[in-house]
């Protein structure tokens, strides 16, 4: 029943910016905290950015602060990541999660590619 779609993702230049959308369904979306993974080619999945269930705080690791902002309109049930100055090093498919009675549930991901 749970669904986590992400779009957005594609080829962008170096110092771009890029807009990444989480489509959410099947449950109570306001209700729970979200969050943004990517992973790279040869790395470990990565945390990226953290939300609580009503925007009021935020978490990012010091690799995206001041690049990236998360973000969520509960009315429309969609989570997203404002992605600007982007790096080649920020390569990677992004991911959103959520957690739900213990369990993760992830989307499909989309690529973010940075290069020129």
């Known amino acids: 029943q749970v669904q986590l779609v992400e779009s957005g993702g594609g080829l962008v230049q170096p110092g771009g910016s890029l807009r990444l959308s989480c489509a959410a369904s099947?449950?109570?979306?306001?209700?729970?905290?979200m969050t943004w993974y990517r992973q790279a080619p040869g790395k470990e999945r990565e945390l990226v950015a953290g939300?609580?269930?009503?925007?009021?705080?935020?978490n990012y690791p010091v690799s995206v602060k001041g690049r990236f902002t998360i973000s969520r309109d509960n009315a429309k049930n969609t989570l997203y990541l404002q992605m600007n100055n982007l790096k080649p090093e920020d390569t990677a498919v992004y991911y959103c999660k959520l957690r739900l009675s213990g369990l993760d549930y992830w989307g499909q991901g989309t690529q973010v590619t940075v290069s020129s």
């Open positions: 099947g449950f109570i979306f306001s209700n729970y905290p």
């Open positions: 939300i609580t269930n009503t925007g009021g705080n935020t």
